[in-house]
T-cell receptor, first 113, second 117 residues
């Protein structure tokens, strides 16, 4: 049982390049989330998916798109990376019976030059 | 004004000290109050949660909620070097749609705690 896995662990992009961050969970959770974490800002929600086939914007969705490929996988895409998107990105999932506990992946450290 | 405010610290204490971590919030609709712990270069993990005003204990940890003052705290007794981490408060409002319940968490900025031997 791997929990929540994220790839890649590290990435450096140039301004204007695109990339997709991958997330998968093997806990059969319905809800999945993407956050970014910046110094002094805490964790901010980018997008979430309450269940397979649905996605909704969070607090900071501009510049990102998401795809809930199936129940296990939830990807985050940067179409044209900007230096302001330099951050640590966390994927999380939540079991249906819990309102509070989200299980987080190890994060992807992204630098945009 | 942010919905959840948390003193980022950093906080440095000697081993054995009592640690107090605090958050204030402005949204009175918040229903659940949580504390997550995040070790360096790891994802956060849930430490404790509570629903009502009052205290909740779990070993050396006590979570306290005062809804009237919109203030929550986490106390760590007999702190250990292994407690060194970033502590994030989080709050949620539960919403229901299409027969499904879901909650969005709003996090504080996190407090960096170091417990030195």
């Amino acid at each position: 049982n791997a929990g929540v896995t994220q790839t890649p662990k590290f990435q450096v992009l140039k301004t204007g390049q695109s990339m997709t961050l991958q997330c998968a969970q093997d806990m059969n959770h319905n809800s999945m989330y993407w956050y970014r974490q910046d110094p002094g800002m805490g964790l901010r929600l980018i997008y979430y998916s309450a269940s397979e086939g649905t996605t909704d914007k969070g607090e900071v969705p501009n510049g990102y798109n998401v795809s809930r490929l199936n129940k296990r996988e939830f990807s985050l895409r940067l179409e044209s990376a900007a230096p302001s998107q330099t951050s640590v990105y966390f994927c999380a999932s939540r079991p249906s019976g819990s309102f509070n506990e989200q299980f987080f992946g190890p994060g992807t450290r992204l630098t945009v030059l | 004004q942010k919905e959840v405010e948390q003193d980022p610290g950093p906080l440095s204490v000697p081993e054995g000290a009592i640690v107090s971590l605090n958050c204030t919030y402005s949204n009175s609709a918040f229903q659940y109050f949580m504390w997550y712990r995040q070790y360096s270069r790891k994802g956060p993990e849930l430490l404790m949660y509570t629903y009502s005003s009052g205290n909740k204990e779990d070993g050396r940890f006590t979570a306290q909620v005062d809804k009237s003052s919109k203030y929550i705290s986490l106390f760590i007794r007999d702190s250990q070097p292994s407690d060194s981490a970033t502590y994030l408060c989080a709050m949620s409002v539960i919403r229901y749609a299409g027969g499904t319940s879901y909650g969005k968490l709003t996090f504080g900025q996190g407090t960096i705690l170091t417990v030195h031997p």
